[in-house]
Each structure stands twice: as structure tokens, then as C-alpha cells.
């Protein structure tokens, strides 16, 4: 079936410019995660989302960045007044339950570069 | 002190050989753990979950030890498509939250 879907694939701004990035989860997942990933480093967690429940915002490195999701369905990364340091890949991932654990599948990812 | 560690390496293996490398892990409480794999700007895939008994999938075992609180992945009869960063993963102090180490670099050469 259709995975995690992810636009656009990259975005050139200027710093100061608003972004918005979006995420599809896979049809039935009701967890959505976004991470960030700068170029040769690890992933950092930003934001987690599990259904009707308060999203777990722990991860967000500042107020310029917030995340929405409608219900159990399409999610979007927005991030204000980008600065050069926002430049990574945000990468999206939806979660399920397989058996007795649960799994994480990743979109593409979002190349974001802050000119 | 990360919450998940991995040596970094590149480990340089040659084909057809046999490669083995841990990631620890902080928190005592964890209950969920994997083992991602992510190749040249692309996105991470999960490769396995870590199970107690430790298991196995073809060539590759992973095995967990609650005790030292690490997690191993072995992989054998390495091919030149295993090169690749292996990436730990386990579940946070939340539980919903997955925690990623930094990877561990794999070079399979011929």
C-alpha cells in the first residue's frame, strides 16, 4: 500500500520566509512523528502525535516551529521567520502496532535550505 | 551522557565478512528497541525489532541485553549492499517516543 508521503521533496527560502511542510501518514496510523536531520548527524525528535490526545511537543528547539494534524490524518510542519540553522531534511514518520511491538515507517523526507 | 550511544565508525568490512557492533542505551526502563537502517540521504528504514530472546532475519541477528542495557547487530556474509548507517533505536521515558542514536557507519568493500 501507499507510504508515507511527504511535499514538497525540497524547499529553497529565503531567512526570515515562512514554510510550511506536510506530511501524509499511512491510511489507519493514528501516531505521526516529525524529525529533523541535519546534514551528517543524527535524527531529533520535534513532535509527536497520537490521536485526540495532547501532542508531545518536547522536541521543538523553539516557538518559531509548530505542528498541526487533523484528527488521524495529514500533518504540517510550519516554521517562522526561518533562519540558516533551520536548513535539514524533515522527515515524517507514522507508527503502528505489529504483533506485540509497534513500528515506524518514514516518509521521504523534506529538504529544507535557508538561504 | 546520550541516551542512546553508537560508535559512530565507518566499520570497513570485506565482503563476505562477518560484522558486529552495540548500542547502549540509558534508560532502564525501556521496553522497545530497533534497528533502522539509513542509506545516503534517504530516509531511515526499519530493518528489525529487537526482541529478549534476541532473532534473526536472514543474515542479520539482533540480540538484546537488559542487564548491560545494550542492543547488538550482527551481520553476516556481508554484501556491498549492507554498506549502509545502522541506526539504534529505542523507545523513550515516555514510551511513545523513540529515541535514535546516531548511527553506526557500515563500508562493505569488495
Known amino acids: 500500500g501507499a507510504g508515507v508521503s511527504q511535499s514538497p521533496s525540497n524547499k529553497v527560502t529565503e531567512k526570515g520566509k515562512d514554510v510550511e511542510l506536510r506530511c501524509d501518514p499511512i491510511s489507519g496510523h493514528t501516531a505521526l512523528y516529525w524529525y529533523r536531520q541535519r546534514l551528517g548527524q543524527g535524527l531529533e525528535f520535534l513532535i509527536y502525535?497520537?490521536?485526540?490526545?495532547?501532542?508531545?511537543k518536547s522536541g521543538l528547539p523553539s516557538d518559531r516551529f509548530s505542528a498541526e494534524r487533523t484528527g488521524e490524518s495529514v500533518s504540517t510542519l510550519t516554521i517562522q521567520r526561518t533562519q540558516q540553522e533551520d536548513s535539514a531534511v524533515y522527515l515524517c514518520a507514522s507508527k503502528t502496532y505489529r504483533g506485540s511491538s509497534y513500528e515506524q515507517y518514514f516518509g521521504p523526507g523534506t529538504r529544507l535550505t535557508v538561504t | 551522557r546520550k541516551e542512546v550511544e553508537q560508535d559512530p565508525g565507518p566499520f570497513n568490512v570485506p565482503e563476505g565478512a562477518t560484522v558486529a557492533f552495540n548500542c547502549t542505551y540509558s534508560n532502564s526502563a525501556s521496553q522497545s528497541f530497533f534497528w533502522y537502517r539509513q542509506d545516503c540521504r534517504k530516509e531511515p528504514k526499519l530493518l528489525m525489532s529487537v526482541y529478549s530472546s534476541g532473532n534473526e532475519d536472514g543474515r542479520f541477528t539482533a540480540q538484546l541485553n537488559r542487564a548491560s542495557q545494550y542492543i547488538s547487530l550482527l551481520i553476516r556474509d556481508s554484501k556491498l549492499s549492507d554498506s549502509a548507517t545502522y541506526l539504534c533505536?529505542?523507545?523513550?521515558?515516555?514510551?511513545?517516543?523513540?529515541?535514535f542514536g546516531g548511527g553506526t557507519r557500515v563500508l562493505v568493500k569488495p
Open positions: 533505536v529505542v523507545n523513550g521515558a515516555a514510551g511513545n517516543k523513540l529515541t
Open positions: 502525535f497520537q490521536g485526540n490526545s495532547a501532542p508531545d
